[in-house]
DNA sequence: GTGAAAGCGCTAACAT
DNA sequence: ATGTTAGCGCTTTCAC
């Protein structure tokens, strides 16, 4: 900066204004600096920026993985709207194993963001207020109480209560969940199975723990996987219900592969309205969460929260509105 | 970090020899200089770090687009090679827009990572050379002549060519191609045309522009978009050769909506072997383009360029191993 | 409207 | 094996 100023003619401290918009600078000394930077190709440097200002300009999004539709589209978007804003933003991937996440949030490179975006997986509440190191947060996720943290998070219990609803009032009575866990519930899966289970109660319907299926992870392998576990049990099922629609896919096509006729012998509802359920064959019925609006909220929150310093984190959490998406693989049920 | 040194009775630089590993250190002085920092709290300032290093620990990443099944499962890779070699990923999306790839090619974050992997889509090897700024850069794609860059790429041609000519050997005789540019061509997509039309042509095939398909993108919907062209066309095709899973899916998608049986009146075959072309209905025969190997040559080479100043980017480009997967799409084409 | 000087928190080079 | 000095390239403060 110091060669762009003496090129210029002028103090370092003008270059400096003018790299930071400061209006009060006569229009030839304008066309000055920026023919010096021109001639130079000169780039600031952003570690002393970042050093003096303390200030970074990037955001860091935690999330488990990125090979999961839903958490690609997130970012995706989270990476378009921190673009509008002028942040740049770091992505770490948890895997949703504990130990990543503990990293994370005690991690020196936390600390050296301007904030994070974060999705605990394996990580209780408790032991978030207990890492963290001071730094502006937004989770996604359940509220942690009394945590200076915004938190933005999906409908999952309502879209789930309403997802079963939908295929109760359909006829179907023995419908399966796929999707939980065999070991720690993630505040998702807890809210999601919180939502089958009431909509079956409502509904007048035995919750039979027989048909909710635990799951690894929530690929297309573990949605077939836990299909044909779920077939070989011997259970009576007519629908399945998935925790996201990769679950889904994959129970669909291994329902498929052993020769069922889908949607007719089985009917499947996902969550998450990726791209994929659209163009399923047959297309999926799901819920659809609010994707983009959430990512932007979580940005915009995390923005507010760096650049205002009397910004204080809502209490209430952003929810987005969810919405049903009915496609053929939910047929009504004919009498059998 | 002069809190900690204090603390611990010791110099600044004795700290700063902590964190960096070095190696001759009194046992009782690096447990002092521990259990200072565990009493403070103390992480290290980055910024501090890298205006003084010259280093920033992190790379760029700069895709088209998060949200494509085959780059995001790139993305993965990346992030995981990278965090084994101690570096963050800072991920930029272009939405292979050519303005956006000059101002990422162009702008200060690029001179503010440590290198950059780079997928040009609209932008030439002459403007990748002269919007350059001079960082390390490992582009994925062809061939920069001359640029001191190294490159990775996917057999785009090889792998093409050996699956249309899978479909030739198979007895069809129409095959269209989905997924070309109805304007620039990307590298990755020119080399794909050539690898269809050099298959054609060796069995003895016609080549006709008509069932040439071009797409705005490379999703889903524009596979349903372009399978729905073609066939109202009325050009006769008995199978599809389309440059990416999804496209391939969305075509598969848009030929079941209009009642033709899939794959026994059309054939479909797609790129990138995603988790989805194993578990669509039927299953998706596919080239499997070696993407974790080539993510993680990405990063090798430029973590190398980054660390060894006598590095010199090879001459030959890293290409990986593809392999055509068959699955239930393409079936032995019956006598009609 | 612009300049001069100080200092952000680290590490390279040298000294001990 | 550890301490001292200087300075990375910016922005802040205050003076002009």
Redesign the interface.
Known sequence: MGDVARLAGVSAKTVSNYFNGYRYMREDTRQRIEAAITEL?Y??????R??RSGK?G?IMLAIA???Q?YL??F??TV??KA?ELGL??????TGGRREREVEVLE???G??VDGVIYEPVALGAEDISKHH?GFPLVLMGEKVLGGPFDHVTMPDEAGTRTAVSHLVDLGYQNIALIGTSATKESPGQALRRKGYIDALTAGGLEVREHIMVATKRW???DG?DAMNRLLDSGEQVDAVFAMND?LA??A??AA?QRGLR?PHDIAFVGFDDT??A????P?LTTVSPGRDALARAAVTALHRRISDPHYVPGEAPIVTDYELIMRKSTPPLAPR
């Open positions: 190709d780039r600031m440097n952003l570690s002393a970042n050093l970074t990037m993985e990125l090979d539709a690609a589209e970012a995706q990476v378009n673009e740049g933003v770091l992505i770490e991937t991690g020196s490179r600390r050296n190191g690929h297309r392998p077939a990769a896919l994959g669909m096509w498929e889908i791209e994929d659209t163009y399923s064959i297309s």
